[in-house]
């Protein structure tokens, strides 16, 4: 099974940016898709974004929707969300997945890793 390490939140203030890194580690395998979701304080867990493999397709959450940007590195088996234009709203523990296409999110078929912390000061 892989294991899924979130590192690169912080506090940021408003309107900065910040770049989360999530590392794939133990029996991974081609062709997944990967992406974020994240989780404010009494809220349930929202999907966020999804990369293909290839890299070639990716989808996001209307909310972050032109701020975010999510990539991979396949060959270091990487995903990344670079987060520009930080809202308040945005705050939340950030988890990385890795699964497959579902409806407007994606299914995470790995074991949730321990997020990393994003909190944005107004």
């Known amino acids: 099974q892989v294991q899924l390490v979130e590192s690169g939140g912080g506090l940021v203030q408003a309107g900065g940016f910040l770049r989360l890194s999530c590392a794939a580690s133990?029996?991974?395998?081609?062709?997944?898709?990967m992406g974020w979701f994240r989780q404010a304080p009494g809220k349930e867990r929202e999907f966020v974004a999804r990369i293909s493999w290839s890299g070639g397709n990716t989808y996001y959450a209307d909310s972050v929707k032109g701020r975010f940007t999510i990539s991979r590195d396949n060959a270091k088996n990487m995903v990344y969300l670079q987060m520009n234009s930080l809202k308040p709203e945005d705050t939340a523990v950030y988890y990385c997945a890795v699964g497959t296409v579902f409806s407007t999110g994606m299914l995470n078929l790995a074991p949730w890793g321990r997020g990393t912390q994003v909190t944005v000061s107004s």
């Open positions: 133990g029996r991974t395998s081609n062709g997944y898709t």
